[in-house]
């Protein structure tokens, strides 16, 4: 007989409220703008929060490939949400901003995070609220100082 242990339940629970939130901030976006895709909404969050970043930062926190990562990048620019500069200490890289539109589009976002945020967190105290928060960042930082050291076959099924 199996035994749920406590870490599966842990999962589980975080496993439920990741696709909850996912299904409240995909609501919010077809409301907003129904062309834009779960990709454009984690590069426009990711350009809210760090404006001016490149090509390569951008791809490192997308984790995708970089072809993919252009075509997304060259399908935003032409429906006006962000815009590519030249970076002003390296000319071969380029700089990438959210545009007026953009920014927009991203304090509407930003704010129903936070609705959402809020909704999530009702009856928790605020100590509650801060002893998740380091609760989730240990978990987290476990998790990525465990990745050099797992074994090939858990590292190539980790994401599943």
Known sequence: MNQVTISTQVLDAL???????????????????????????????FLGYQPDSTHKKLMEHMRTDKAQLTRMLRELESKGWIVRTPHPQ??????????????ELFSTLRQRR???????????????????????????????????????????????
Request: glycine fraction near 8%; proline fraction near 2%.
């Open 114 to 160: 936070a609705k959402i945020g809020s909704a999530m967190l009702q009856g928790q105290g605020s100590s509650q609220q801060l002893q998740l928060l380091n609760a989730l960042i240990g978990m987290h930082e476990a998790l990525q100082e465990n990745e050099d050291t797992r074994e090939p076959f858990t590292r190539m099924h980790h994401h599943s």
């Open 15 to 45: 496993h439920n409220l990741t696709h909850a939130y996912r299904r409240e901030m995909r609501k919010a976006l077809q409301a907003l703008e129904p062309t834009l895709t779960d990709g454009d909404l984690r590069v426009l969050l």
């Open 90 to 103: 390296d000319g071969r890289s380029r700089q990438l901003q959210l545009s007026e539109r953009g920014a």
